[in-house]
Each structure stands twice: as C-alpha cells, then as structure tokens.
C-alpha cells in the first residue's frame, strides 16, 4: 500500500514537469487570453530581476488548488481516492519544484554541469527565442516535440543580465553579457536631448 501511494506520488511529480512545459508552450506563449500568460509575459520582460518563488507559489496557488480539486474529483471514482491523492500530493510538490528551481536561474549561478546547461536552455528561451525551450525545469517534452535548442553560449543584451551574472563579471558558463556597442555622435546627440 505504502509503495503503491509513493508510486502514485512520483507520478503526479514527473507529471508536473510536463504539465509545466505544456503549459508554458500553448498558455504562456499561447494567443488566447489568460491571467498566467500576462502574468509570464511580464516575467519576460523583468528577466533580470530574481524571481520571488514563494509569491510566485502564493499567486497560482488558488488556480494550482483548483486545478488539483478537480483532477482529485475526476479521477477519483476511476482509480480511488488511495492513488488520487497520492497523484494530487505529488503534482503539488511538483508544482513548488518546478517553481523553485526556476528561481534559481534567475537568483544565482549554475552550480555543476548539468545546471550549466540547463541554464544555458532557460536563458536561450528568454533572451534569443522564445519559440523553443518551453521547459522551463526539464527539457524533455522539447526533445519530445523537437523545440530544444541548447547552445554552448547564450548572449544576453545588458538589460536581461540577472544580478548574478553581473557580480560574475558578465560571463559564466556559456552564459554572457552582450557588450555595448559605442554609440555614434547622432545616438549620443539624441539621447541627450
């Protein structure tokens, strides 16, 4: 019985992974209205700015409950309260992974290789194409679907450069501060007046 929930558990964890991708694909980056997508819209354009995960957490977490509510009441009368909220338990910790570990790119330096690259995907997505990596903690559904890009160097313009990599002297691990090119006299003129 214990080992079935736990199974139950790591299901509804893994399945948050790749409902967060989804998510982020056709609702974040979708055309159809939605509160999230303004909400992740706005992230996109404050990148650089470190990513609180627990107001993030707090200001989903009525349509994450719903959403979890409703997958409980309809599978349920199929599987059985004994897998369904095992299910739910594990979606919800997923939920607050998916969430802190996205604030972690955006708080500090990778720390190892695979944080490396995983940060070098995430940073690809914000800062050069926004139509591949929807991932935003794993990368395989874009694997899956063939949007995975990972390249050896991400180049941010100045403005999106997280605090980290500043402190870092503007390169770290494949990831780096574009230069700024010197302005001509007429761009120097302009923004003067």
Known sequence: MILR???WALTGFGAAHVLESAWHRFTAHGKRPDPTRTGHLEH???AA????????????AWRVGKTLALTNLVLAPFIGLTRSLPLTFGLTAGFVSVSYYHARMHRRAPRGR???WMWR????????NVRVNFGLTNPLLDFALGTAVVPDEVELPPNYAPAWLRELGGSYAGIRIRPERARTA?????ASS
């Open 5 to 7: 929930s736990v199974g």
């Open 121 to 128: 995907f995430h940073w690809h997505h914000h800062a050069t």
């Open 186 to 190: 007429t761009e120097t003129a302009a």
């Open 114 to 116: 695979y944080e490396e």
């Open 49 to 60: 700015e470190p990513v609180d995960v627990w107001g993030e957490i707090k200001e989903n």
């Open 44 to 46: 996109h354009r404050t």
